[in-house]
């Protein structure tokens, strides 16, 4: 079990910043490819970043490239996700999720452990 507590969320004007994270316990946090969705009311959740066991692999959903950057610190067991340039289509439910597979995945199924998400609301 790798509970998950996501926070940094809240509402920011179009252009603005937030940084997230998610905190996890357990000194297993550094064999985890950990990974951030997303969902909006009425949509299904969908992918938006990953990164890989040590943080040297990422990947990026094509509709947040270039605006938002997703790190790890395996020594404070924390993900993070730097979302810049926020748009109002950015506005949803966000949630980190953890993965026991090496390389990291943009597939919901992929994904072992969930946590209750934080609210990012943007403003145009």
């Known amino acids: 079990q790798v509970p998950l507590v996501e926070s940094g969320g809240g509402l920011v004007q179009a252009g603005g910043s937030l940084r997230l994270s998610c905190a996890a316990s357990?000194?297993?946090?550094?064999?985890?490819?950990m990974g951030w969705f997303r969902q909006a009311p009425g949509k299904e959740r969908e992918f938006v970043a990953a990164i890989s066991l040590s943080g040297g692999g990422t990947l990026y959903a094509d509709s947040v490239k270039g605006r938002f950057t997703v790190s790890r610190d395996n020594a404070k067991y924390t993900v993070y996700l730097q979302m810049n340039s926020l748009k109002p289509e950015d506005t949803a439910l966000y949630y980190c999720?953890?993965?026991?597979?090496?390389?990291?995945?943009?597939?919901?199924?992929?994904?072992?452990?969930w946590g209750q998400g934080t609210q990012v609301t943007v403003s145009s």
């Open positions: 999720a953890a993965d026991r597979t090496p390389r990291p995945s943009s597939s919901r199924r992929s994904y072992d452990y």
């Open positions: 357990g000194r297993t946090f550094s064999g985890y490819t």
